[in-house]
C-alpha cells in the first residue's frame, strides 16, 4: 500500500505563491512518476504538472511559467510551487504517484480570490 498526504494549500490573494507538498509512503523503492492534478467545482479533474523517474516534466499549458514541479527523492515528496495564482486556479489539488497502480491523496483546496 501507498498513502500520500498533501499539505500547503489555502486562501490566496491573485497574484500570490502557494508551494504545496505531497509525501509519499509506505512500499515505494526508488523512483516513481507523480503528478499533481486539479478539479475545479463542478468540474473534471486535470492535470496541471508531471514529473518523471528521470525527473523530467510536463505542464499544462495554462500554468506553464507559473508553476514549477519538483521532488526531493530523500523524502519521497513532489512539490508544487504556485507563482501568480490567479481566481482559475481555484480547485482542489490532487497528488498522485503511479507504482504500477495509480494511487492518490485526499486533496487540498486552494482558493485564489481578493
Known amino acids: 500500500q501507498v498513502q500520500l498526504v498533501e499539505s500547503g494549500g489555502g486562501l490566496v490573494q491573485p497574484g500570490g505563491s502557494l508551494r504545496l507538498s505531497c509525501a509519499a509512503s509506505?512500499?515505494?523503492?526508488?523512483?516513481?512518476?507523480m503528478a499533481w492534478y486539479r478539479q475545479p467545482a463542478g468540474k473534471q479533474r486535470e492535470l496541471v504538472a508531471s514529473?518523471?523517474?528521470?525527473?523530467?516534466?510536463n505542464y499544462a499549458d495554462s500554468v506553464k511559467g507559473r508553476f514549477t514541479i519538483s521532488r526531493d527523492s530523500a523524502k519521497n515528496t513532489v512539490y508544487l510551487q504556485m507563482n501568480n495564482l490567479q481566481p482559475e486556479d481555484t480547485a482542489v489539488y490532487y497528488c498522485?504517484?503511479?507504482?504500477?497502480?495509480?494511487?492518490w491523496g485526499q486533496g487540498t483546496q486552494v482558493t485564489v480570490s481578493s
Open positions: 514529473i518523471s523517474s528521470g525527473r523530467s516534466t
Open positions: 498522485k504517484i503511479s507504482v504500477g497502480l495509480d494511487y
Open positions: 509506505g512500499r515505494i523503492f526508488g523512483l516513481y512518476p
